[in-house]
């Protein structure tokens, strides 16, 4: 009985051996790991003098008395009243926490009026976007018409082009450059005469409403 209950050790302690040589040195390190107390001298503390030229700035804030007594208690020699917060200090706090830390009712409130001025943006958006779905097709159709108007306005002044080329031709005998200064002269020759015609004609229209006029009124 004795050579079993051996055994079992024996395996039991093996086991446990494999198990802690598959763990990571990390986790053993941790778990071994016994960090040293904390060492305070309480009977002793460091209490620094602040009538001493010699003591830093730093020591004599309340913020390290704070410190003094949260460390040391009663033996840091800070009464507790001097730590507590006067009373503008209090309100300065209090204002703090309220722009801060509000309570629940207000921040409820601040969320319903974003949420309220989110909704609104997106009902003014989506009224733009349907206004300017229902204006679509007018934009379509007044842009089809300027590239029709574009291209007849090619075709006509190519046309024209090609025909005071032609006219070129018949007066000079020989083609010329429509950028050369003769070629221009001609341009606004023609366009003198064609002028002159569409007066012409126009006091000869005029001439016969008159005339016409005239005639109904004898009559």
């Given at each position: 009985m004795a050579a ?51 003591t830093p700035e ?98 006509e002044e190519k ?61």
């Amino acid at each position: 009985m004795a050579a079993s209950l051996l055994s079992r050790r024996t395996a039991l302690f093996l086991g446990v051996s494999k198990f802690n040589s598959f763990l990571p040195a990390v986790v053993q390190q941790t778990a071994n790991y016994n960090p040293r107390p904390l060492w305070l001298n309480i009977k002793n503390p460091y209490i620094p003098n602040k009538e001493s030229e010699r003591t830093p700035e730093w020591q004599k804030t309340g913020k390290y008395e704070r410190k003094l007594f949260g460390r040391y208690g009663s033996s840091s020699g800070v009464e507790p009243a001097k730590l507590w917060p006067s009373h503008a200090r209090l309100e300065e706090l209090m204002a703090e926490e309220k722009e801060w830390h509000p309570p629940i009712e207000v921040m409820l409130e601040n969320i319903a009026a974003r949420e309220s001025e989110k909704e609104q943006k997106r009902m003014e958006r989506e009224k733009i976007i349907a206004a300017n779905m229902a204006k679509m097709p007018k934009m379509i159709a007044d842009w089809k018409k300027q590239k029709r108007e574009a291209k007849q306005k090619q075709r006509e002044e190519k046309m024209k082009r090609d025909k005071l080329l032609a006219e070129a031709r018949e007066r000079f005998g020989y083609a010329l450059d429509p950028r050369s200064a003769k070629f221009q002269e001609m341009v606004t020759e023609i366009e003198k005469e064609e002028k002159k015609k569409r007066k012409l004609l126009k006091r000869r229209k005029r001439e016969e409403e008159q005339g016409s006029a005239a005639a109904e009124s004898s009559q």
